[in-house]
């Protein structure tokens, strides 16, 4: 089912898996929102690596300016307004029988989804081996993502600009502070 | 590859849901969710590297769903910690029995 891959290739795979795992880990150990944010971004880029070697191409570009340039940078300067950088009393985790708890759920849902993921995948719905390749010769790297986006989902592409208004509407109303209907 | 992007899914998910639980600040808590959407994201690219490209354009509405998210939590926090100076979960209980 899989092709085979050159020890370059699976080398790096698990470069930015481990990357990836580990920065996750350091962010969710952090206690200062900053740090946490620095270590997610670095998550983020590892895995935009891993899109890139997965033939998404411009997903990892997405994944770049998105995740790591823009969400982030909207979480520091939420940080930054309401000056929430100095790890305090605040920022301190949950006491150690909740944090058990915590583990336990984890392991929980973890052991839940390993046993999902050896399910038998439907040999049918898999494409050649060369499909990727022949996609991105035909409508390269954009236009293996832009095709579908306005033919097949094109419903789905409209609505999701309504979300976007919705969204930007309801951000305003609800960080507008009561200063400005005083005027 | 399936098996391993897979498996690293699995984990950033848990990474991400075990943060939600052990956390207390509101931002912290809404960067794991954040971590857990793109750790969903990385299926779509695995499984459309074997299932065709189709996995992609799911990735895209993802990204618009969660910077829409980013953008209605973080200006309800400011809302909150306008109301009440703090965004300390555990002291936000209003809707608490």
Excluded at chain 1, 51 to 76: C, E, N, R, S, T
Excluded at chain 1, 103 to 118: A, Y
Excluded at chain 1, 163 to 178: E, P, Q
Excluded at chain 2, 32 to 39: D, G, H, Y
């Amino acid at each position: 089912m899989e092709p085979h891959y050159p020890l370059f290739y699976v080398f790096h795979f698990y470069l930015f898996g481990v990357i990836a795992l580990a920065s996750a880990v350091a962010f969710v150990t952090r206690k200062s929102p900053v740090a946490a944010a620095l270590w997610l971004v670095n998550t983020m880029f590892s895995l935009a690596a891993l899109y890139v070697m997965l033939d998404a191409q411009f997903i990892g570009v997405m994944q770049v300016l998105v995740y790591a340039g823009a969400i982030m940078v909207v979480f520091l300067f939420v940080v930054m307004l309401l000056n929430l950088g100095h790890p305090s009393e605040l920022a301190a985790a949950r006491s150690l029988g909740w944090r058990l708890a915590a583990g336990l759920v984890g392991l929980g849902l973890l052991s839940e989804i390993m046993i999902i993921i050896r399910a038998k995948l439907p040999e049918q719905l898999i494409v050649p081996r060369d499909f990727n390749e022949q996609q991105l010769e035909k409508l390269n790297a954009v236009g293996t993502v832009a095709a579908p986006l306005f033919k097949d989902y094109l419903l789905a592409f409209e609505l999701t600009s309504v979300l976007l208004l919705v969204a930007i509407a309801g951000a305003v109303i609800l960080g507008r502070g009561r200063t400005v209907r005083a005027r | 590859m399936l098996a391993e992007s897979l498996a690293l899914t699995a984990a950033l998910f848990i990474i991400g849901v075990i943060g939600v639980l052990v956390h207390r600040n509101a931002i912290i808590i809404f960067m794991c969710v954040e971590l857990m959407l793109t750790a969903v994201s990385l299926t779509f690219v695995a499984f459309s590297r074997f299932y065709g490209t189709a996995g992609q354009v799911f990735v895209v509405f993802a990204m618009t769903v969660s910077a829409a998210e980013a953008a209605v939590g973080l200006a309800i926090i400011i809302a909150i910690f306008r109301h009440r100076r703090t965004i300390n979960l555990q002291d936000i209980n209003l809707l608490k029995g």
